[in-house]
């Protein structure tokens, strides 16, 4: 593996977790919303802009993969609602 292709393969596989269980979370509790996902994601964008600790290159990969999976989700969710 390159040393650029294990990031790709952290980024891809962190995102697509998230995403998948973002959406597992809305089919088995409907009354997950748009608002919570939100509301999550300024957390998740509070602990990136958090870094004074540290984190390394592999966690802001994921941290990075997580804030886009919630991003993308939000955006499925309220082309779902037009």
């Given amino acids: ?16 977790k998230t995403l998948i269980s973002l959406e597992r979370r809305k089919e088995q509790d409907p009354s997950f919303t748009v608002e919570e996902a939100r509301g ?15 984190r390394g290159e592999l966690q802001d990969i994921v941290m990075s993969a997580t804030i886009d999976a919630y991003e993308r989700f939000i955006e499925m969710l309220e082309a779902a609602t037009r």
Wanted: a negative charge; proline letters at 0%.
């Fill in 1 to 16: 593996m390159s040393s650029t292709a294990w990031k790709e393969h952290v980024y891809e596989e962190n995102y697509a």
């Fill in 40 to 54: 999550v994601l300024k957390h998740l964008y509070i602990q990136d802009g958090n870094n004074w600790v540290g």
